[in-house]
């Protein structure tokens, strides 16, 4: 069975940081396009980073450019998102999305496995 599972969230202060991780099983994710979606309450879902197969090259939302990392680790099976400078905006369930086509974009459309979700909240 292809699953991800998300790990890492939490409540922080603005100007924290926080590392989300997104750890495979049942496949590998390395050529996987992977995506990092999160979804704040009465919004629509948004993509926030996402990283194509293969040559791992990344792109993220106008929202967080500067501020969040999308990674990979290969010989954990995990991609993660490295959170700084966080805002109250940055507010929602996070979760990690895998494409077999290999794209990885910001979109939803070519993801069709997708994690549980972890709750971040940033509050003072």
């Known amino acids: 069975q292809l699953q991800l599972a998300e790990s890492g969230g939490g409540l922080v202060q603005p100007g924290e940081s926080l590392r989300l991780s997104c750890v495979g099983s049942?496949?590998?994710?390395?050529?996987?396009?992977i995506g990092w979606f999160r979804q704040a309450p009465g919004k629509e879902r948004e993509g926030v980073a996402c990283?194509?197969?293969?040559?791992?090259?990344?792109d993220y939302a106008e929202s967080v450019k500067g501020r969040f990392t999308i990674s990979r680790d290969r010989d954990k099976n995990t991609v993660t998102l490295e959170m700084n400078s966080l805002k109250p905006e940055d507010t929602g369930v996070y979760y990690c999305?895998?494409?077999?086509?290999?794209?990885?974009?910001?979109?939803?459309?070519?993801?069709?496995?997708w994690g549980q979700g972890t709750q971040v909240t940033v509050s003072s």
């Open positions: 049942g496949f590998s994710l390395d050529y996987y396009g």
């Open positions: 999305a895998a494409d077999a086509s290999g794209r990885g974009t910001l979109s939803a459309e070519p993801y069709a496995i």
């Open positions: 990283m194509r197969g293969g040559f791992s090259i990344p």
